[in-house]
């Protein structure tokens, strides 16, 4: 049972990879169809996971590896889709044929990858048990970000994502936990 959940586990990361896609409406049709293949199979891997016995050694370790690499790569389809759903512009680079002294609204650069690196401290909080980490990773995110929130639309796609972000990294380090208890 645990090589079963570990090769469903890396096909939930292989699935994420293969979805990830840059902020914008171009990649929305693939990030939902990601996200449903993601959260299949990361349910999938938590069915297999609670029946599975400890894992122990290297077999604990790659369980680790695979639900820290499920979380980074998988949550970026996830808050796509979730951004779709939401009617929120995801942000890509701001609209420079406009007026450049605007506030660029919905432009939260850097959003992928902060959302990648994010989702790996939370998975990483969870399955080491370091739980004030996770205010810690939030707070760091919030303050770094706050000049940008004034817009309406920038605080709505913040928080979005920050709450998508969270849930599929905790989701997925939830059943690292298991596989590793």
Do not use: N
Request: hydrophobic share 60%.
């Amino acid at each position: 049972m645990i090589a079963a959940a570990l090769v469903l586990l890396a096909i939930t990361a292989v699935v994420g990879a293969a979805t990830l896609v840059p902020p914008g409406a171009a990649g929305v049709p693939r990030a939902v169809a990601g996200a449903l293949a993601s959260s299949g199979a990361l349910a999938a891997t938590a069915v297999v996971a609670l029946g599975a016995t400890e894992a122990h050694g290297v077999t604990a370790a790659v369980a680790r590896v695979l639900a820290v690499l499920a979380a980074m790569v998988g949550g970026s389809s996830c808050v796509t889709a979730v951004f779709a759903a939401a009617g929120v512009r995801g942000g890509g680079p701001p609209d420079r044929e406009s007026d450049p002294d605007e506030d660029t609204a919905g432009a939260l650069r850097g959003g992928l990858a902060i959302g990648i690196l994010e989702r790996a401290a939370i998975a990483v909080c969870v399955l080491t048990g370091f739980v004030a980490g996770l205010a810690v990773v939030v707070a760091a995110k919030g303050l770094a970000r706050y000049p940008e929130l004034r817009s309406p639309t920038t605080s709505e796609q913040f928080i979005l994502g920050t709450f998508v972000s969270v849930l599929w990294a905790a989701a997925c380090a939830g059943v690292g936990v298991a596989l590793v208890t």
